[in-house]
């Protein structure tokens, strides 16, 4: 079964200084790993993707993300925040003999101060 | 935009009322999804659509109905709605229903039930 696990619900940070936004999977086959952001009372975008290329993922905006096998992570970085980063991030994994089911993460919102 | 549009945008019902949820996506897709986004909850996934065939249907209430008249619209049609169903709504599709291919979201419709 497949599963997946941000490690923190809320990450604040100060403007210009790095994000990291922690995700965790669980998967029994070859996963595709995907990180959505959905701004208040918008719906969800697609940020970057990972299907079994290059581990190190760019996406928009000037995020990335790693996938570790090892360690079953994938988390999100960037090195600058800007304040229109302020938003709510999920990481998202599915398995690819499951018909486009996507599991969702609890979400993690990201604070940014001036 | 992202291509998938949703109406209304807001939706405010009593629980005898009947409603319908609209979704068009412009992507030349062939699979469409509802999902139900309740705060502090992970995004649920409610139904499936591939090439206007519903593939899978997540243990979702008969109050909740679909229908996919094509591969470019979604409907969603409530009737006797109950107040924890208040959510917002969200309609994405994809290329295909495989699991490595990202959906794209919509706005979604913010529902509330009185």
């Known amino acids: 079964a497949q599963s997946v696990t941000q490690l923190d619900s809320h990450v604040s940070v100060s403007e210009g200084t790095p994000v990291l936004l922690r995700c965790n999977y669980s998967?029994?086959?070859?996963?595709?790993l995907f990180w959505y952001v959905q701004h208040p009372n918008k719906g969800l975008q697609l940020l970057l993707k990972?299907?079994?290329?290059?581990?190190l993922v760019k996406g928009i905006n000037g995020f990335e993300a790693e996938f570790k096998k090892s360690e079953t992570s994938f988390h999100l970085t960037k090195p600058s925040a800007h304040m229109s980063d302020a938003a709510e991030y999920f990481c998202?994994?599915?398995?690819?003999?499951?018909?486009?089911?996507?599991?969702f993460g609890q979400g993690t919102e990201l604070s940014v101060k001036p | 935009e992202t291509g998938v549009t949703q109406t209304p945008r807001h939706l405010v019902m009593g629980m005898t009322n009947k409603k319908s949820l609209k979704c068009e996506q412009h992507?030349?897709?062939?699979?469409m999804y509802w999902y139900k986004q309740s705060a502090k909850k992970p995004l649920e996934l409610m139904f499936v659509?591939?090439?206007?065939?519903?593939?899978e249907n997540n243990s979702v209430p008969s109050r909740f109905s679909p229908e996919c008249p094509n591969s470019s619209h979604l409907f969603l049609h409530l009737h006797t709605l109950q107040p924890e169903d208040s959510a917002l709504y969200l309609c994405?599709?994809?290329?295909?229903?495989?699991?490595?291919?990202?959906?794209?979201f919509g706005p979604g419709t913010r529902l509330t039930v009185t």
């Open positions: 994405a599709s994809s290329r295909d229903s495989g699991g490595n291919y990202e959906q794209y």
């Open positions: 998967s029994s086959y070859s996963p595709s």
């Open positions: 990972y299907t079994s290329a290059a581990t």
């Open positions: 998202v994994v599915s398995e690819n003999n499951q018909g486009g089911k996507l599991i």
């Open positions: 992507l030349g897709h062939n699979a």
């Open positions: 659509y591939s090439l206007e065939e519903r593939v």
